[in-house]
């Protein structure tokens, strides 16, 4: 049985206690290295989490959507930058403010666990999805995406794709296009949409 934690309460109930923020797309919010003095909720839009090593190779290691939060409390550096992918509107909680938060609002911490809770859930399912074949990872990867997106259109180039699922993107494109031949996705205007669910579903049986 899976264990799953919920709270009665939402961040909406709270955001007051933050400072509202509009980030264009593209806009950086934080990078890599740069020293954690607060948490971020993400009240509307998409923001890509992303790393870059020695030898400046992109991964994209999170895709963030609406509702959750981003970022850390614990003053120390950041691993990764988080970057913008379309307009958003977030609510900055700096350590001071979260602090008064929980002292006011003890309830709170219940949304700190169940958010922690479910990105550990959905890293962990992301490093299962790695050890299989190239197709169930796409699959995998695509319908997380459909949540995140809320739709079934994905505005994500097929590099960006290839950096998130960690595959080359040659693979990336023969795959694309073997299902956009059976009508599984369509590609256009650099974006994927997925016009048949339950066949995409299918894909992750092999």
């Given at each position: 049985?899976?264990?799953?934690?919920?709270?009665?309460?939402?961040?909406?109930?709270?955001?007051?206690?933050?400072?509202r923020?509009?980030?264009?797309?593209?806009?950086i919010?934080?990078q890599?290295g740069?020293?954690?003095?607060?948490?971020?909720?993400?009240?509307?839009?998409?923001?890509?989490?992303?790393?870059?090593?020695?030898r400046?190779?992109?991964?994209?290691?999170?895709?963030?959507?609406?509702?959750?939060?981003?970022?850390?409390?614990?003053?120390?550096?950041?691993?990764?930058?988080?970057?913008?992918h379309?307009?958003?509107?977030?609510?900055?909680?700096?350590?001071?403010?979260?602090?008064?938060?929980?002292?006011?609002?003890?309830?709170?911490?219940?949304?700190?666990f169940?958010?922690?809770?479910?990105?550990?859930?959905?890293?962990?399912?992301n490093?299962?999805?790695?050890?299989?074949?190239?197709?169930?990872?796409?699959?995998?990867?695509?319908?997380?995406?459909?949540?995140?997106?809320?739709?079934?259109?994905?505005?994500?180039?097929?590099?960006?794709?290839?950096?998130?699922?960690?595959?080359s993107?040659?693979?990336?494109?023969?795959?694309?296009?073997?299902?956009?031949?059976?009508?599984?996705?369509?590609?256009?205007?650099k974006?994927?949409?997925?016009?048949?669910?339950?066949?995409?579903?299918?894909?992750?049986?092999?």
């Amino acid at each position: 049985m899976e264990l799953l934690i919920t709270s009665e309460y939402s961040w909406n109930d709270y955001l007051k206690y933050g400072k509202r923020l509009f980030y264009k797309k593209n806009s950086i919010i934080f990078q890599q290295g740069d020293v954690r003095n607060g948490f971020y909720y993400l009240f509307k839009g998409i923001i890509k989490i992303t790393s870059t090593n020695s030898r400046n190779d992109k991964r994209i290691l999170d895709i963030v959507g609406q509702g959750d939060l981003v970022g850390d409390t614990d003053s120390k550096p950041y691993f990764s930058s988080a970057v913008c992918h379309e307009d958003c509107i977030l609510y900055f909680f700096s350590k001071d403010d979260y602090e008064k938060l929980i002292y006011q609002h003890p309830e709170t911490t219940a949304l700190f666990f169940q958010s922690l809770f479910q990105k550990q859930r959905s890293l962990l399912n992301n490093l299962n999805a790695s050890s299989t074949g190239t197709e169930y990872q796409i699959a995998y990867s695509l319908l997380h995406l459909i949540n995140i997106y809320k739709g079934t259109d994905i505005n994500l180039t097929q590099q960006e794709l290839s950096q998130y699922v960690g595959l080359s993107r040659i693979t990336i494109y023969k795959i694309l296009k073997n299902w956009s031949s059976e009508h599984i996705i369509e590609l256009y205007n650099k974006k994927i949409s997925i016009k048949n669910i339950e066949l995409l579903k299918k894909k992750l049986l092999y």
